[in-house]
């Protein structure tokens, strides 16, 4: 059963010595092993967010994020962040070939790293100003408003376009 919160009203969540987050169900009981998920993660990253029992079903649901308080927000966005590994590149610093296999050098938010670009069609354009690339070994970046990268990126980035 799902239990679905206000917007005003933030669910009871904490961590237990395991590090695992735990939820207080309607009953008062706490749930352990709760996973938040997220519903729309590129197009709505904080709305929409389900928290899922260790059963697999949805336990509760956030509207949005932003109206929770701070110490639940914090602990939710840090089991989003544990869970979901998609590194948004900020700039493309090197492009080995404009052909494809090609190694790019970027900039992510999570550092700078080197991946292989099998080809063309592992670009793909999500919606009008998000594109998502998945390397040689499966893993996605993302690439938030390319308009709005800098010149070189952008030359870089359009001759894969």
């Known amino acids: 059963m799902t239990t679905s919160l206000p917007a005003t009203q933030a669910p009871e969540l904490r961590r237990n010595s395991a590090g695992r987050l735990e939820w207080r169900g309607p009953d008062g009981e706490w749930v352990s092993g709760v996973v938040p998920v997220r519903a729309f993660p590129i197009q709505a990253p904080d709305r929409h967010v389900s928290l899922v029992g260790p059963d697999g079903h949805e336990v509760a649901y956030v509207e949005s994020l932003a109206a929770l308080d701070a110490p639940t927000r914090a602990l939710i966005e840090q089991a989003l962040h544990e869970r979901e590994f998609t590194p948004v590149i900020r700039r493309l610093l090197e492009v080995s070939s404009f052909a494809t296999p090609s190694t790019w050098t970027v900039e992510t938010d999570r550092g700078v790293t080197r991946f292989v ?14 594109l998502l690339i ?28």
């Open 117 to 130: 670009l099998k080809g063309e069609e592992d670009i793909r354009r999500l919606a009008r100003d998000v």
């Open 134 to 161: 998945q390397d040689s070994h499966g893993v996605q970046y993302l690439i938030r408003r390319p308009l709005e990268l800098d010149r070189h990126s952008r030359r870089l980035l359009d001759r894969f376009l």
